[in-house]
């Protein structure tokens, strides 16, 4: 039989730890255990037999750690020599048990790899995916039965894994995460997240191991069991660690350990084993008690779940709200942000749009000028690590989707298919592999049908064809698409009447909103009443624009009267919100202090953005050429506040409001300026060097210099020497600006210095960072070592 | 025999004129949008929990615990002590994607939430070391924390001292290359427990960066 089919039928048992019996074999602290492997196979075979011999069925190969990072080409043993001789040993314990009489399996075990993924670490998405393919391609012709990939504390890593396998092999993939007393990853997953990402990549089993006993796997579990329509695994530790002098110790008994397994395997677990402590007696103990019990059923639970790195979220009745600002379409400030790759614009829109009540964001940034895949691929890391909303990758290039939907660390939405069947066949194959909730569009071949009845012909063609790909009903949104009342004043009513029928099918819906207002005065009237009209018609979910207060005003009281919001209480602090704003000081009071300044100095030492920009335009418009604005205005401003920063009479954070508020004159300016020109002193070249990724320091420096004049290229943290020389080159820098935070990383900046001493000998070189201090910067050979933004300002000015 | 221990709880109350000298202000108030900003971000912070795993160590002679050599300023830490807490805690992940996401809708705001943040591990620190103060018992009183990278005890002991208390796997604490830690609001320490009240100096004071633009 093989695990596929026992999965369906029965209990599977994993066997118990292995660090852990290393440990009492003698193991000591520091070794790496997959050593062993070569060096103690013995060892190794007698604890699977033990474990087999025991009544596991599954005996994990002693891979955890086998990856090429913990094992380099150019160490003691190869990468390959490792996990060969982990399956060998696995293999030859099997052969010693054939008179077990039954199905005997082993797993590649696969751990996480230690290091942390960006956007929060240094690890690239893609790098992980190629370490783990490393370990499970040798795994896979070696000869194991299934792929266990476990301990993942990271959903991002787990995911990285996951596709490894799957582009490997077509083995079963069972995975565990680690979690925590609060039910969350490290990274801050919870379990219906997990659950959500997992089911999506369609892996064989999910569940947990590790760090927790079994008695408090008890209280997690059944959350993975409410949700998960897969078969759950778990593999508790027995009871937390202790050191024994170097030894760590475990202290749930069997007895105790089988007696929460019975629990957790009556509570739905179906693949049941143990991590750190457990031994052969508890595997015994465990499975005497468990395989006399009936499995719970497994069953279909078909919820409409995306997720994101933290949380998943369901679109179960409460209507939804995906934040649409991040698609150039009519953006002119988009459209200019994605060819000039200025990801904090995009960055600024992600984290508004959240903090103003976007559920989930769109992501769209097609552009025909611009490289989209590769676009997708920058945006949805970085929004990433600055948002925990899940995604809605939207594109209408394969390429592009699928970059996105492999980065993305969840279960996305997909935007979108719609009724024409070359796009369902390009779309599908990848829901199929990555996962998602597809949005469905109503429109075919021959265009957007008249009537409601001709729309939901279509949402069934789509329905029937994501089913022939193996993705469930559940799985789709169906977008009935909103089109203009003002050319067609029935548009409105056959969108309407479209989602009333899908409603009543059960099939969800969503609804780009703003379209049915196009050509219109007062748009915001005719959306957010269109908006009541499609929620009360069972709308699911919109595309919409988060900062329209007719559009918030219209949802949180749409939720407050369908009783969707518990005592009304976010209608109460939404409205609150909403009044304060109202009655806030006008920006203009909070001007009119420094009267020997014009409006636009003022609002720069203020450091008030929008005002600036009112006051920078309003010059512009009135004749002030648009090079005498930066010189007798901004550059003045800003001076009037470093002046103040040296003194000390104000501190950074108001320096960088102000700074702040010059770059919104600066784009002012920009957008005035006569083509060809842009009033660029010349280029800086600036970066965090390889090995750190702090650049809050950096960023800052950056954006002073920026509103200086300077054209600055940044080269982001982390960046290997050459890549900042070539750039320096390229790019023809005057100075190149380096920022270093640890000691550890001197050595890079050192590196940097002697390579752009080489290559680049005519580029001035500034240092900074925390740790730098003049002796170093001159020992380093570096031109300058500047205390803080305002002294790299000086520097910069002083070779104009 | 040595208890491996976890450690959760809130962050708890943050000094705000820790924050302040974070952001470069020495012992000014800042101007009353930044103290604001300061404001909100600081009880975003105070609610997150800050997760530890903890163990109670003998000090052998010579102050050697398996890491290596303590080095002068470490040992100068520790004289007189019998035994020591080992401890790496973090913020984890949540005030990370707090500072990018604050740092995204401004630099100031960013800036802010850098210097709250790195205020709140060590607030909750400070709530960790009392509690273990407690655990230590009556006559018995804890030192400074003392971390890898201060003085001259070696930045390279993170590691092992990591791999002792099992915080990659109980707490996802990694390092990259360049032994910093990630998530980054994140600390790890030695604190020396003391039959005698100790004269040992804190905070800048008992520093050598003399230079150090946060001193104050």
Known sequence: MTIREKLQTGFLFYDGGMGSMLQSAGLPAGELPERWNLTHADVIVGIHKAYYEAGADIACANTFGANALKFPAEGEFSLRAVIEGAINCAKAARAQCTHLGRPLYIALDVGPCGKLLKPFGTLDFEDAVSLFKQTIEIGVQVGVDLIAIETMNDSYETKAAVLAAKEVCDLPIFVTNVYDQSAKLMTGATPEAMVALLEGLSVDAVGMNCSLGPKQMEEIFPRLADVASLPLVVVPNAGLPRLEGDRTVYDVTPDDFADSMVTLAKAGARVLGGCCGTTPAHIAKLRERVAELIPVPLTEKRRTVISSGTHALTFDGDPRLIGERINPTGKSKLKAALREKNLSYILREAAGQQEAGAQALDINVGLPEIDEPEMMAEVVTEVQGICDLPLQIDTSDPVAMERGLRLCNGQPLVNSVNGKTAVMDAIFPLVQKYGGVVIGLTLDEDGIPATAEGRVAIAHRILDTAARYGIGAHRIIIDPLALTISADQSAALVTLETIRILHAEGIRTSLGLSNVSFGLPNREAINSTFFALALENGLSAAIMNPYSAGMMNTYHAFRALHGFDTGCMEFIEKSVALGSTATAPTAAAAVAEEGSLSLLQNAICKGLRDDTATAAKAMLESGTAPLALINEEIVPALDRVGKRFEEKTLFLPQLLMSAEAAKAAFDEVKAAMPAGENGNKYTIVIATVHGDIHDIGKNIVRTLLENYGYRMVDLGRDVPPQTIVDAAIRENARIVALSALMTTTIPAMEETIRLLREQAPDCKIAVGGAVLTQDYADKMGADFYGRDAMETVRYAESLL | ?216
């Open chain 2, 1 to 216: 025999m040595t208890e491996l221990h976890r450690y959760t709880s809130p962050v708890g109350q943050i000094d705000r004129r820790e924050v302040y000298r974070y952001l470069g202000c020495g012992r000014n108030q800042p101007d009353p949008r930044t103290v604001e900003l300061a404001e909100s971000l600081c009880k975003q912070v105070e609610a997150l929990p800050l997760e530890a795993v903890w163990c109670r160590l003998p000090l052998a002679d010579g102050y050697d615990f398996g890491l290596g050599k303590a080095g002068r300023s470490l040992t100068a830490n520790l004289t007189g002590c019998r035994e020591t807490f080992l401890f790496a805690a973090t913020l984890g992940l949540a005030a990370d994607r707090l500072i990018r996401r604050e740092e995204a809708l401004s630099e100031a705001r960013g800036v802010i939430a850098d210097a709250v943040a790195s205020a709140g591990v060590e607030a909750g620190c400070n709530r960790l070391c009392a509690h273990l103060s407690e655990i230590a018992g009556a006559g018995k009183y804890l030192r400074p924390r003392f971390s890898p990278g201060y003085g001259d005890f070696p930045i390279t002991v993170q590691q092992p001292l990591l791999d002792l208390l099992s915080a990659r796997k109980l707490l996802g604490l990694t390092l990259t290359d360049s032994l910093l830690m990630l998530p980054t609001k994140s600390v790890s320490a030695i604190v020396g427990i003391s039959p005698t009240p100790s004269g040992c100096r804190r905070g800048c004071e008992g520093c050598e960066s003399l230079d150090c633009p946060y001193r104050i």
